[in-house]
Each structure stands twice: as structure tokens, then as C-alpha cells.
Nanobody, 125 residues
Framework: QVQLVESGGGSVQAGGSLRLSCTASGYTYRSGCMGWFRQAPGKEREGVAV????????LYADSVKGRFTISLGNAKNTLTLQMNSLKPEDTAMYYC??????????????????WGQGTQVTVSS
């Protein structure tokens, strides 16, 4: 089993920055994919950024490219999302997720079977 715990959410004004962290425990040494997803009220959960644990290759949603940076710690069990130039439309519950099939990284949340409890990000205009 894998456990994921997020931290770092909060409230910020538009244009500000926040840094989210996710610590994974359990069978995290396997190759797979970790990522950040978000869900705003009344909307479906969407992929924000994912990263392949083997080589650190990232993928970003178009809406966050150039503003968000995903990174993986050396031990492959700490995931970080640096969010800059935040916009009100970034307001959502942010979730850390992981999968360890080794079949590649996808932005589709249904591909992930391990999830954290979520951390709220609120951006005011």
C-alpha cells in the first residue's frame, strides 16, 4: 500500500505563489507516475501536472504551463508543486496521486489508484 499526505495549501491573492508538497510512504520505490490534480466545486477532477518517477519527465496542463513547476525529490517519495502567478481560476482542492504500473504518465485521474486527502488552494482577485 501507498499513503500520500499533502501540505502547503492556503489562500493567496492573484499573482501570488504557493508551494504544495506531498510525501509518499509505502511501496514507492517502484517505477510509475506521480502527479497533482485539482477539483473545483461543480467541476470534474483534472490533471495539473504529472511526473514520471524513473526519469523525472514532467507533463503539464496547458492552463498552468509556464506558471507551475512539478518536481520529485531524490528519494522519489516527495513531490512538490511550485505555483507562481496564481489566478482565481486556480482555486480548487488539490490532490496528490500516484500509480506504479510503470506504463507511462497520463493526465487522466482514472489512471491513478493512490490519492492523498487533498489541500485547498484559494486565489482571490
Amino acid at each position: 500500500q501507498v499513503q500520500l499526505v499533502e501540505s502547503g495549501g492556503g489562500s493567496v491573492q492573484a499573482g501570488g505563489s504557493l508551494r504544495l508538497s506531498c510525501t509518499a510512504s509505502g511501496y514507492t520505490y517502484r517505477s510509475g507516475c506521480m502527479g497533482w490534480f485539482r477539483q473545483a466545486p461543480g467541476k470534474e477532477r483534472e490533471g495539473v501536472a504529472v511526473i514520471y518517477t524513473v526519469n523525472g519527465w514532467p507533463l503539464y496542463a496547458d492552463s498552468v504551463k509556464g506558471r507551475f513547476t512539478i518536481s520529485l525529490g531524490n528519494a522519489k517519495n516527495t513531490l512538490t508543486l511550485q505555483m507562481n502567478s496564481l489566478k482565481p481560476e486556480d482555486t480548487a482542492m488539490y490532490y496528490c496521486a500516484a500509480e506504479y504500473t510503470g506504463k507511462g504518465c497520463y493526465m487522466d485521474p482514472v489512471k491513478y489508484n493512490y490519492w492523498g486527502q487533498g489541500t485547498q488552494v484559494t486565489v482571490s482577485s
